[in-house]
Structures are given as C-alpha cells and as structure tokens.
C-alpha cells in the first residue's frame, strides 16, 4: 500500500524533493563537465603553446623549416573555431610555392603541433570549387 501512501501530502512533497534532488544531480553534473571541458580546452592550448615554442627553438626562424612552421600556424588560424579564412589559406598555398616549401612539410608540422591533419582540415573547411583554387595556387604554372 505504499503507492496509495504518496497520494498524501506528505507522500507528494517528498516526491517533489526528490525531483528537486534529481535537477540539482543534473545540473551539478551538467555543470561538472562544463568544467571539465573547460579544463580541458586550456591544457590543450597550453600543450599546443608549449609544442609551439619547442619546435620555433628547433627549425629557428628565417629558416625554410621555420616558415612551414609560420604556415602550419597561419592556416590553423585561419581554420580553427567558426568560419574559415579563405583568404589567408589562398596566401598560404602562394607562399608555399613561391618559396617551395613542399605541403607536406607544412602539413607535419600541422600535425605535430595541432594532432591534426592538414588536408582533412581543408576539406572540411573548404567547398570543392574552393579546394580546387588553393591546388591552383599551390601548384600554378606560369604557363597552361
Ligand atoms: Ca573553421
């Protein structure tokens, strides 16, 4: 006869503790992985700073190895979070064949600092027509 027993008043109010108690369970929990992923996100970017200041230190700058590292860089920037800068990844494709920096190249570095694949990354970020101009910059000839 217990179910009858929480037809009472006293029954119900309990009931509606309980519930109470459950929605602060799921906001504590809710809350908890907000935290959490919050956390998370900054260890990442210190992690991904750290491997950046490392690997300056290695290639130098003003070196070939230093500039697909710069590139690896600017074309996450211009990738990561909403949206995409097509434009600095346009730049990034010309610069990489002015001074021949080989994509791979950029695109290790990419992924040693980011975990990442580069080319994955684009053609997420990029439509197909949009992937096509950056291989034409990438690769243009000066002559058809
Ligand atoms: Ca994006």
């Given at each position: 006869?217990?179910?009858?027993?929480?037809?009472?008043?006293?029954?119900?109010?309990?009931?509606?503790?309980?519930?109470?108690?459950?929605?602060?369970?799921?906001?504590?929990g809710?809350?908890?992985?907000?935290?959490?992923?919050?956390?998370?996100?900054?260890?990442?970017?210190?992690?991904?700073?750290?491997?950046?200041?490392?690997?300056?230190?290695?290639?130098?700058?003003?070196?070939?190895?230093?500039?697909a590292?710069?590139?690896?860089?600017?074309?996450?920037?211009?990738?990561?979070?909403?949206?995409?800068?097509?434009?600095a990844?346009y730049?990034?494709?010309?610069?990489?064949?002015?001074?021949?920096?080989?994509?791979?190249?950029?695109?290790g570095?990419?992924?040693?600092?980011?975990?990442?694949?580069?080319?994955s990354?684009?053609?997420?970020?990029l439509?197909?027509?949009?992937?096509?101009?950056?291989?034409?910059?990438?690769?243009?000839?000066t002559?058809?």
């Amino acid at each position: 006869m217990s179910n009858l027993m929480n037809l009472t008043p006293q029954g119900m109010a309990a009931n509606a503790a309980k519930d109470v108690l459950l929605d602060k369970r799921v906001l504590i929990g809710a809350g908890t992985l907000v935290v959490l992923g919050i956390a998370w996100y900054w260890s990442q970017r210190a992690n991904t700073d750290a491997k950046i200041t490392e690997v300056s230190k290695q290639v130098g700058t003003g070196t070939r190895e230093g500039m697909a590292v710069e590139l690896a860089m600017r074309m996450y920037a211009a990738i990561d979070g909403w949206g995409t800068d097509e434009e600095a990844l346009y730049e990034a494709a010309k610069q990489m064949r002015l001074y021949q920096i080989p994509f791979s190249e950029v695109a290790g570095y990419y992924n040693k600092l980011y975990g990442d694949h580069l080319i994955s990354d684009l053609q997420g970020d990029l439509s197909a027509s949009q992937m096509v101009k950056f291989n034409q910059l990438l690769n243009q000839r000066t002559t058809l």
